[in-house]
């Protein structure tokens, strides 16, 4: 996942699909075009139930404010090749940025698609990829964090990717993150 993603389907096709109800109902608001700094529905492994608003980007409290994480690889930095047979280590336990959130603080990024760009075009030339037979919502594996800004009320998350088979990634490991 390239850092932005599509989240359009009605609040209630959300809620049936995830069996959870919107914390703030008439926040929840469509969007062609997710980005970091945006608001967006998220569903956290502590409140298994509730589909809440957080900002899309982890924003570390020793960065400029124009910085954000957006997209940890699972694998972190032992795949430099981008190899998508890749089965080695998941390094991203290791990272000190990750450590506690992977362990602990999961959550479902609700999405219907995501946005995708050729590897050495970035989004220059930007595609669609949603779950094959168009099924949508569905959610990916993210993480979130509250205490990286200087608002310490404001929670943020990121997405988890893996090189090979985003969307099987994101759905398997998804289903293990609120269990």
């Known amino acids: 996942m390239c850092g ?26 469509p969007n062609a075009n997710v980005a970091p700094g945006s608001l967006a529905p998220v569903i956290t492994s502590d409140s298994p139930k509730a589909i809440q ?4 980007g982890l924003r570390p409290n020793w960065g400029t404010p124009q910085m954000m994480f957006l997209n940890a690889r699972a694998e972190g930095d032992h795949n430099p090749e981008n190899d ?9 336990i290791q990272k000190p940025s990750f450590r506690k959130a992977i362990r602990s603080q ?21 595609y669609l990829v949603y779950l094959k037979g168009k099924e949508r919502p569905f959610a990916m594996a993210g993480i979130w964090d509250c205490g990286w800004t ?11 990717s893996s090189p090979r ?12 993150a609120l269990q």
């Open 150 to 160: 200087p608002l310490p009320s404001k929670r943020c998350f990121r997405s988890l």
């Open 4 to 29: 932005r993603y599509v989240q359009v389907s009605k609040l209630e096709v959300i809620e049936k699909r995830f069996e959870a109800e919107a914390v703030q109902p008439e926040r929840v608001r």
């Open 106 to 126: 999961r959550c479902l990024v609700l999405a219907d698609a995501f946005i995708e760009g050729p590897f050495d075009r970035k989004l220059s030339e930007p």
């Open 84 to 92: 998508p047979g890749y089965r080695g280590a998941k390094g991203i």
């Open 53 to 56: 608003l957080y900002q899309f």
């Open 165 to 176: 088979q985003p969307t099987k990634f994101f759905s398997a490991f998804a289903t293990r």
